[in-house]
Nanobody, 125 residues
Framework: QVQLVESGGGLVQTGGSLRLSCAAS????????MGWFRQAPGKEREFVAA????????YYADSVKGRFTISRDNAKNMVYLQMNSLKPEDTAVYSC??????????????????WGQGAQVTVSS
């Protein structure tokens, strides 16, 4: 079992930055692939970024590549999402999630077993 709690959301202007944090409790955090997903009003939840259990591998959705950075600190049971050059279309509820699935399935939200409650990110134009 893993419990996940996000923090760091808020309101920012276009072009601004935010850093989301996800605190994990429970055993074996370092064995999980961690992902960030987002859901805008009226839209399905979509993949944003993932990081391998060791942190050596990362992967991003095309829409955020070059602007967002995912990282983790296994000693602190934390995963982060640094978001730069934010755009209004980045407005959504952002959730972190954990999975033990194969790396090849990292973008599939149905492979993730544990989810945080979500953090609102609003980017004003």
């Amino acid at each position: 079992q893993v419990q996940l709690v996000e923090s760091g959301g808020g309101l920012v202007q276009t072009g601004g930055s935010l850093r989301l944090s996800c605190a994990a409790s429970g055993r074996s955090f370092s064995t999980y692939i961690m992902g960030w997903f987002r859901q805008a009003p009226g839209k399905e939840r979509e993949f944003v970024a993932a990081i391998s259990s060791s942190g050596a591998g990362t992967y991003y959705a095309d829409s955020v590549k070059g602007r967002f950075t995912i990282s983790r600190d296994n000693a602190k049971n934390m995963v982060y999402l640094q978001m730069n050059s934010l755009k209004p279309e980045d407005t959504a509820v952002y959730s972190c999630a954990a999975t033990v699935t194969a790396w090849s399935r990292k973008t599939d939200k149905y492979q993730y077993n544990y989810w945080g409650q979500g953090a609102q990110v609003t980017v004003s134009s």
